[in-house]
């Protein structure tokens, strides 16, 4: 039996649930070869965040996109971003870049906030 530290949310491959360890994430499922599901904490190091937490694990599983700021590309050009989760059937499960849109930009009315809201 595998030691889980903590649930943060469902797969979004079989519906199980998913658990963080010390350096990744990984479906409970995953253990008898029945689910894909698994990411590692140090995937956007390589672009200067050093790991991915568990409460925004827990927003990716909800298939909502996560702020990234101050990453930075190889040629030391400083971007933000939002961060979903995508599947590849080459590489797996990661992270993808997107626009980041925030869910209620604060100077719109409020109807207009209302609307966004149940748009989303």
């Known amino acids: 039996m595998i030691s889980r530290s903590a649930w943060v949310g469902l797969c979004p491959e079989c519906g199980c649930g998913v658990y963080s360890f010390r350096d990744y994430f990984q479906c409970s499922r995953r253990i008898d070869r029945k689910c894909h599901f698994f990411i590692r904490r140090n995937r ?57 849109v925030p869910a209620s930009p604060p100077n719109l009315p409020k109807r207009v906030k209302r609307l966004v809201k149940r748009i989303e």
Do not use: H
Not at 53 to 58: N, V
Not at 59 to 76: D, F, H, S, T, W
């Open 44 to 100: 956007l190091t390589v672009f200067g965040k050093e790991s991915i937490t568990d409460p925004e694990m827990a927003v990716l599983l909800k298939e909502q996109a996560i702020p990234l700021k101050n990453l930075q590309r190889k040629n030391g050009e400083r971007f933000s971003c939002g961060g979903i989760l995508i599947y590849d059937e080459d590489w797996g499960w990661s992270i993808g870049f997107t626009r980041w």
